[in-house]
């Protein structure tokens, strides 16, 4: 069974910096490119980033190029998401999903909240 | 990258079939086969329906149906179910290479 586990979200001040982590079993993970997917509670879905099988590729949405990225540990299956200079806008639930091909997510965790406010 | 554009919201009545419109550009629905369908249950992750515009992954009921034509994607359910209330969202891959999301159809079951 296909498990993704987020970690790391919390409360941070506007400014601050987050790291959230995605703890992967049951597939390939080394084989699987992942990716990052926000939603604001009560709103829409938006992808933020995607990385290839082995961290030599990335790609960001431009709404948030610049303040995140991406990584992942293979040797760990774990996937992480460095977030800086937060805003209150940012504040959402983030999830670590898997791609089936052309950003079609077939796999989702459960989502870490991220709140920021001061 | 505007997002797509879906119902805010649809109702049905038990064992009725109900249509959520999709709606975006030749720059995203038009451009490529790479459409897909998410059920989300409140305060519950996300879970993929449909793919590649009509496909359904191993364990989805084929009472969901995708399609497209043009710029525009569709998701039918047929036979509504209570079970099948429910937020609904879109997604299409980009001639940009990123991803847009509809606004979210809420689906109520009368």
């Known amino acids: 069974e296909v498990q993704l586990v987020e970690s790391g979200g919390g409360l941070v001040l506007p400014g601050g910096s987050l790291r959230l982590s995605c703890a992967a079993s049951?597939?390939?993970?080394?084989?699987?490119?992942m990716n990052w997917v926000r939603q604001v509670p009560g709103k829409g879905l938006e992808w933020l980033a995607i990385?290839?099988?082995?961290?030599?590729?990335?790609h960001y949405a431009d709404s948030v190029e610049g303040r995140i990225a991406i990584s992942r540990d293979n040797a760990k299956n774990s996937l992480s998401l460095q977030m800086d200079s937060l805003r209150a806008e940012d504040s959402a639930v983030y999830y670590c999903?898997?791609?089936?091909?052309?950003?079609?997510?077939?796999?989702w965790g459960q989502g870490a909240l991220v709140t920021v406010s001061s | 990258q505007s997002a797509l554009t879906q119902p805010a919201s649809v109702s049905g009545s038990p064992g009725q079939s109900i249509t959520i419109s999709c709606t975006g550009t030749r720059s995203d629905i038009g451009a490529y086969n790479y459409v897909s369908w998410y059920q989300q249950h409140p305060g519950k992750a996300p879970k993929h329906l449909i793919y590649d515009v009509s496909k359904r992954p191993s364990g989805v009921s084929n009472r969901f149906s995708g399609s497209k034509s043009g710029d525009t994607a569709s998701l039918t359910i047929s036979g509504l179910q209570a079970e099948d209330e429910a937020d609904y969202h879109c997604s299409s891959f980009t001639t940009s290479g990123t991803l847009v999301f509809g606004g979210g159809t809420k689906l109520t079951v009368l």
């Open positions: 999903v898997t791609d089936r091909g052309y950003k079609q997510f077939d796999h």
């Open positions: 049951g597939f390939n993970f080394g084989d699987s490119w």
């Open positions: 990385i290839n099988q082995d961290g030599t590729g990335k």
